[in-house]
Each structure stands twice: as structure tokens, then as C-alpha cells.
């Protein structure tokens, strides 16, 4: 093996504009298909209140 590089991070080279714009063929259509209510597992609740527990509480109470 060789020597590595000098500097790791100088690999980008900015593309040159050629001047030409492309247009978009068609429009992109954009649909909403979630359903009205998210289902939710026990074990998503139990790591939201395990890493943002103080912040909830903080916002809206200690649960009774």
C-alpha cells in the first residue's frame, strides 16, 4: 500500500454548468394516501417516553 492522500476531504469537483436548461416532461403529481390514524406500537410509545419523557412532561404535565 501507498501512501494515502494528502487531504481526504478534496475529492468534490463542481460540475461546470453547460449553460442549457432542461424542462420537466410532466408535471409530478403528489397524493396523500395515510390513513387518518397512524397505527402505533407499544414498543414506538415506550421509546418516545424513555428519550423524550422530560420534554413531554415539561410540555403538557405529569401523567396522573
Known amino acids: 500500500m501507498g501512501a494515502g492522500p494528502a487531504d481526504l476531504y478534496d475529492y468534490f469537483r463542481p460540475v461546470e454548468p453547460s449553460g442549457k436548461r432542461r424542462r420537466a416532461q410532466k408535471r409530478i403529481a403528489i397524493t396523500d394516501d395515510w390513513?387518518?390514524?397512524?397505527?402505533?406500537?407499544?414498543?414506538?410509545?415506550?421509546?418516545?417516553?424513555a428519550y423524550f419523557g422530560d420534554v413531554l412532561d415539561e410540555l403538557f404535565g405529569p401523567l396522573p
Open 35 to 49: 390513513p387518518e390514524i397512524v397505527p402505533i406500537t407499544e414498543a414506538e410509545v415506550r421509546i418516545v417516553e
